[in-house]
């Protein structure tokens, strides 16, 4: 009966552990304009697997908790890019880039906040 | 802090085509750092329901409950830790607004749309603000002009399948970097006339109301700032037995009608300066409010008119750094009231001059905000009002917030209680005096709160429990004693009134997008009667809340909302004319449910369709003696559940530029 109590616990451990050390925390930097464009930059960042994402607008840097499993940094990077803000893993195409309003142009347009 | 007058303006040129949209935060957050719990509703929780005036925005709010005063006049009264609306002072971005006579019909005149959000507090507030609220502070922050988030125009349109119709219209100018003016106009009307229970009376009012209002603010060279606005308000209702025409004599044999009007003008303005020090500001706020009101209730009438001035002056400064902030001021707050009910005139002027001293201290844990205020009433002589606010917050995320005070008013006993007029009950004063308010005395209450709030993550994801516990204790109340089924009787308290309030609540985002918030409360209110110590009437000890809201990519928005009501203690009531008199009762508990959804576009047209009511609840003959209001038994202030059933609505807000 200890035995078992012990292999359920080593079990039930290890798979809690395997799950822990399958959620990554990075960051990259992702361009964008102010605070308007914050909420557009994080919710295209909460694709399958990810958990949290936050960008800050000061520093331009994008923090996402993620699941390894399920998702990769590059595939989070691909979605930010189509919501049309480039990033140092992926780019955003011409066409998606325009898709933003005007004053979210990060390209041309500067922020006074 | 809360209490200041003034707004930190940023007179840097803007490129006005930007608009800024806040992050995705909570529609409701608990402010962690002030002494003073406050939950902060935002313009996200209003819209979650039809929130079409004051009076309605508070469906997702689990610490207001709203009820209905009677079946009658179709309005609906507030109660914060078991205590009726009166209790709490609804102020409008720090001056009293709905009070005195206004006390409960004064929520159905702040429209929706034209709030930008609200601050809630329990308990006493701070003494800069009065001594009169005991149950808690609803202060209301109107849109501003001169904030570049918003729009030039704000258009609502509203439409219930109760028959109300609705619309709204905000304008904001700002003309220059200094002068901004806004412009808020609110038409509404209830056009048609619906008896879903069956009872030959109404179940709401018809009406017809207008209100507008007009602002201005100058941030002017030298940190000075002035602001100063306009408010008007007309109101027709006309209500009662299905076959009442307005106008009509109310006599046996011909239909009972309800009748209501009021009109209502205002003028305020504000002044400030902050000086070079930034610390250092004072301002002055000044008020003047006109309110009429005429009301007949079958073959009863009420008419009173209020006329009303206040005036607060501020100055804060810091002793040695800021970490120590001191507020000294002085206030004048003047009442005339004339009122007359069936035929007796009852008058009375109250001039209540005052100052007061507020300390602050800040420290990385732990907040402590202490206030005295002195004033002097002229019909009831001088009181001192002391608060405290203590804040220890042990870690970062947990906060403990401690609230003491004290609070005066004066009842207004028939403004407050217009509800028990739609009876045949009499309104029966005991009190041997003359002069002072009706012949009695000023309501004089303690109340001590503590609460308890921690900010966790939960799988990455934020969320938040609270759990608080308020005790008011009345020296003095003026008790609205309904024992008696032929009556009303008002008198001081002989013996003890009190209230326990508890309430523990959860906040969650469940997933991505989706936010659960559900709450219990239990409340204890009872108050000796000439009778014996009771609970209050028709309130209900257990309450539980649960709401979900969800919003997608491409913003569609959800929102469920549902109630359980507990058991309410009904007094004994005059029933059927040949049954009599019958024992005390208990209302059945219940379930009430709302739901609405929405789907906006860039931010700038929303479209929404919801329900109220949708399990169509409703009390059986909410009216005693329905079928003859004139007899002894006729009483339609009994109300425990709701009074119509299912209402399905829809609008839309367009915000253009």
């Not at chain 2, 420290?363 to 202490?370: E, S, T």
Request: hydrophobic share 35%; glycine share 8%.
């Amino acid at each position: 009966m200890k035995r078992f109590i012990l292999l359920l616990f080593i079990s039930v451990f290890s798979i809690s552990s395997f799950a822990q050390s399958n959620i990554k925390t990075e960051t990259f930097k992702v361009e964008g304009n102010c605070g308007m464009c914050k909420k557009r930059i994080e919710e295209s960042a909460y694709i399958k697997g990810v958990k949290r994402a936050e960008w800050n607008k000061e520093s331009q840097i994008l923090t996402v908790i993620y699941r390894s499993s399920r998702t990769t940094l590059e595939d989070i990077a691909q979605s930010i890019a189509k919501a049309g803000h480039s990033s140092e893993k992926a780019e955003s195409s011409e066409k998606d880039y325009n898709r933003l309003p005007t004053c979210c142009q990060y390209k041309t347009q500067s922020c006074d906040h | 802090m809360l209490s200041a007058p003034l707004y930190a303006q940023d007179t840097t040129a803007k490129n006005l085509d930007e608009v800024i949209i806040r992050q995705r935060q909570k529609s409701t957050t608990i402010n962690m750092i002030d002494p003073i719990k406050k939950e902060k509703i935002g313009e996200r929780e209003l819209l979650k329901a039809a929130c079409c005036n004051l009076s309605e925005s508070f469906e997702t709010t689990p610490s207001v409950d709203v009820a209905f005063t009677d079946a009658v006049s179709g309005y609906k009264q507030i109660q914060m830790l078991g205590l009726a609306g009166p209790y709490t002072s609804i102020t409008r971005e720090n001056i009293p607004d709905a009070r005195g006579l206004s006390a409960v019909t004064g929520l159905t005149f702040t429209p929706g749309t034209w709030i930008e959000g609200m601050q809630l507090s329990k308990g006493t507030g701070s003494v800069v603000n009065g001594y009169e609220g005991v149950a808690g502070q609803i202060n209301v922050e109107w849109r501003k002009p001169f904030d570049e988030k918003e729009e030039r125009w704000h258009l609502n349109a509203y439409q219930s399948s109760q028959g109300r119709s609705e619309a709204n219209l905000v304008h904001n100018n700002r003309l220059n970097d200094r002068l901004s003016t806004n412009i808020f106009l609110h038409g509404r009307s209830q056009w048609l006339k619906l008896d879903q229970n069956n009872d030959g009376f109404l179940d709401q009012p018809l009406d017809k109301q207008f209100i507008a209002a007009n602002r201005w603010f100058w941030f002017g060279p030298n940190r000075w700032e002035i602001q100063g606005g306009i408010k008007t308000v007309y109101v027709e209702n006309t209500g009662g037995q299905w076959a009442y025409e307005k106008g009509s004599e109310q006599k046996a044999g011909a239909p009972w009608g309800f009748e209501l009007n009021m009109q209502r003008h205002e003028g305020w303005a504000k002044l400030g300066k902050i000086f070079k020090n930034p610390a250092k500001s004072i301002g002055l706020q000044l008020s003047g409010i006109y309110h009429h009101q005429d009301a007949r209730f079958g073959n009863r009438a009420y008419e009173a008119t209020q006329k009303s001035f206040y005036a607060n002056l501020i100055y804060q400064t810091f002793i040695s750094n800021t970490n120590h902030i001191l507020k000294l001021g002085a206030s004048t707050l003047a009442d005339d009231y004339d009122e007359r009910w069936t035929g007796t005139a009852y008058t009375r002027t109250e001039v209540v001059p005052g100052a007061f001293a507020e300390y602050a201290y800040n420290a990385q844990k732990l907040n402590i905000v202490a206030g005295l205020r002195g004033d002097y009433h002229n019909i009831f002589g001088a009181f001192v009002t002391p608060r405290l606010h203590l804040r220890y917050a042990p870690a970062e995320r947990s906060v403990f917030r401690v609230s003491a005070g004290r609070a005066q008013r004066t009842a207004n006993i028939f403004a407050e209680n217009m509800g028990y007029m739609a009876s045949n009950r009499t309104l029966h004063i005991q009190t041997k005096e003359t002069g002072k308010a009706y012949g009695l005395d000023p309501e004089v209450a303690w109340n001590y709160g503590i609460n308890f709030t921690q900010k966790f993550q939960l799988d990455y994801r934020d969320g938040a429990f609270s759990v608080d516990y308020y005790y008011t204790d009345f020296k003095n109340q003026i008790v609205t004693d309904l024992e008696d089924p032929h009556q009303v009787s008002f008198y001081n308290l002989q013996g003890s009134s009190f209230a326990n309030s508890f309430q523990a609540q959860l906040d969650y985002e469940v997933i991505h997008n989706l936010d659960l918030r559900v709450a219990y409360r239990w409340y204890d209110v009872r108050t000796e009667f000439q009778t014996g110590l009771k609970e209050k009437p028709l309130i209900a000890a257990h309450r539980a809340f649960a709401n979900l809201g969800y919003e997608t990519k491409n913003h569609w928005k959800f929102d469920y909302t549902v109630q359980w009501i507990g058991s309410k203690r009904i007094p004994s009531v005059h029933a059927h004319h040949n049954v009599g008199i019958t024992g005390e009762t208990r209302s059945p508990d219940f379930v009430q449910m709302n739901a609405q959804i929405s789907k906006s576009w860039n931010d700038k047209f929303e479209v929404y369709l919801g329900g109220e009511n949708l399990t169509n609840y409703m009390m059986h003959d909410p009216i005693i003696g329905a079928a003859d209001p004139y007899a002894a038994g006729f009483d339609a202030s009994m109300i425990w559940g709701p009074v119509m059933g299912i209402n399905i609505y829809a609008g839309f807000r367009w915000k253009i530029f």
